[in-house]
């Protein structure tokens, strides 16, 4: 708070007496060790203000890793780069020596979990300094003696020496603190010198801990643990977790559940303080509690609606209507008299899928009659019955019915060129080769084409274009389609395929073989040559009436649409005739069985007049015989006199 005159103590707490933590420091200085990774310090969790300093620069390097084996800093035989490396709830700064100290690693803290200390050995250890603070849970004023040795690094007792295994190799082990000199040797037992030098006095003559079997060195890092405080004799404060408030109910109705609030206050003045104060260990555990036991009211409870209960007319939905009370998170059905005060829903409604015959549309829009301007576009337009067969359009709601025709806009009608992007394909693979793109004179006409050329020369059509590294290619060839052999409606229309090979731009035919590994082009695909509408249909002509003399012949021809029903929209202008004229040529006896023509020529001799001949009028029977009768005929005679009378003579 500005101006309330409060400072951070050296434990970092605002306005404290610096009871609340501990320093632990000391200098490692193990000259004699093997090369490679050796264990100097372990820190604890919760620790803070943590510093690790060579004394000077070296050729060791530092190591941090965690208790579970995780590397943070130069882990695995890799020497990681200076900088920032977070872990443990907390970052840590890693720098590289400088001209006047060797490397270090330094963290604000807190710790969240345990972390060991590492130094990776190349020459003789030239010190190194470490400190670090840790929390005191129930400190207490320090002893009398300053070198009495705590257990742990939470141990209330402050200003004591701290005991921990050390190197398993080395001869010579080192600790410095600040609050007094404890010299041991080991004498002949032939273990290492551990001493400690300070400024407060001096202690000497301390028991030398016993040797260990099998003739290994005993030596123990000794850590002094000194209080941070500023006025040691001040009472400390007291904190316990209280239950203030609790949460919201979960529900206003139907039994909840809400969980008491713990906060930390001071037990002599029962004022709030912030959480810190407390042990998060000790604080208890939220239980949760029942609230708003009472019951909910009830309410109706609808399902889904059900499908038509008809596929096509009028039918009827259904859902499930049941009166329902909430309880501990659950809703169960209870007696429709709970729910008397409420107005209850509908559980039928009237519906109606479709009607059992409906219109269909069997096409989709055509393109628009113009190709610019206004026109129109029509589909086709159906009525069929529930089964999908079509009926009779009386058999549908002619309200109903969609447009089967509408009016399209294609845009103001112009006349100028217009022409298509080049085609993004050359027509070879390799060497020179064309590109092409489409030239169109627009306007209004119908078919989308001008009489007359648009302004200004017409664009080019062609380009030439270039692909280089030829290589053989083998490809299928297709032919164009061949037009649709139908004059309307679906038919079938084929194409030939053959494989051919190309190289540059020549193209050769090959086996079909070659192109196996191709995916082949279809040889056949449907066709559709446009709606055939209203038509006539005609049978065949049925036998002449006569065999000479001049008969009749007659057909059926009637006016069908696309369905095959009678319609009376066909053009009577090109109604084909219904009847004809057949054998009109003259009756002419039948010849004797004898009288045959043995001659192929026998036409020539009678062309030639020489059936006055008795020879060829034998070899020529049949031939002389019908031109004997022809000349005989009463009506050619009718015609000579005529053509006589006219002064021709014959």
Known sequence: MLGSGARPDKCGVCGGNGSSCQRVFGIFEDSQVNVGYHKIIAIPSRATKINVTEVARSRNYLALRSRTGHSIINGNWAIDRPGVYESAGTTFVYKRPTETSGE??????????????????QQDNPGIHYEFVLPVDNPVHPPQNPLQSSQSYGSPTTGGLREVSALESGSVLTHRGNLGTHQRNAGTH?????????NAGAHQGSPVPPRPRGGQRDRRLQEYHTDAQEDPVQAQPVYRWTSQSATQCSVSCGKGFQYPIFRCVAQNTQ??????????????????????????????????????????????????????????????????????????????????????????????WESCSVPCGVGQRKRSIRCVSNQGNVVGEGECSAKQKPTDSETCDMGPCIKTWFYTDWSSKCTVDCGIGVQKRSVLCLNNYINGRSPDSCEGPRPTETRACTRPHCQRQV??????????????????????????????????????????????????QPCNAGPCGDRWFLTDWNECSKSCMGGVQRREVKCLDDVGFASSLCDDSQKPSHQRICNN???????D?????????????VQARLCVYSYYKMVCCASCTHAERRGTDPRRHRVSGHRGAGGGGG
Not at 323 to 348: D, F, I
């Open 104 to 121: 270090s690693f330094y963290a604000e803290g807190p710790t969240t979990e345990s972390l060991d200390v590492y130094m990776i050995f």
């Open 190 to 198: 032939g273990g290492g010198v551990s001493t400690y030098h300070g």
């Open 271 to 364: 004022e709030l303080v912030p959480d810190g104060h407390c042990d998060s260990v000790s604080k208890p555990a939220s239980v949760a509690e029942a609230c708003n036991t009472h019951p909910c009211p009830a309410f109706w409870s609808v399902g889904p609606w059900s499908q038509c209960s008809k596929t096509c007319g009028r039918g009827v939905h259904h859902r499930q209507v049941l009166c329902r009370q909430a309880y501990a998170n659950r809703t169960v059905a209870v007696h429709p008299q709970g729910c008397s005060h409420l107005e209850k829903p509908n559980s039928t409604q009237p519906c109606e899928a479709r009607a059992c015959t409906h219109w269909h549309i069997q096409s989709d």
């Open 475 to 524: 490809r299928w060839y297709t032919s164009p389609w061949n037009q649709c052999p139908v004059q309307c409606g679906n038919g079938t229309q084929n194409r030939d395929l053959i494989c051919v090979v190309k190289l540059g731009t020549n193209f050769s035919v090959t086996v079909l073989s070659d192109c196996a590994h191709l995916d082949k082009p279809p040889s056949v």
């Open 585 to 591: 040529h003259p009756c002419i006896p039948e010849l």
């Open 593 to 605: 069985e004898n009288c045959k023509d043995k001659y192929y020529n026998c036409p020539v001799v």
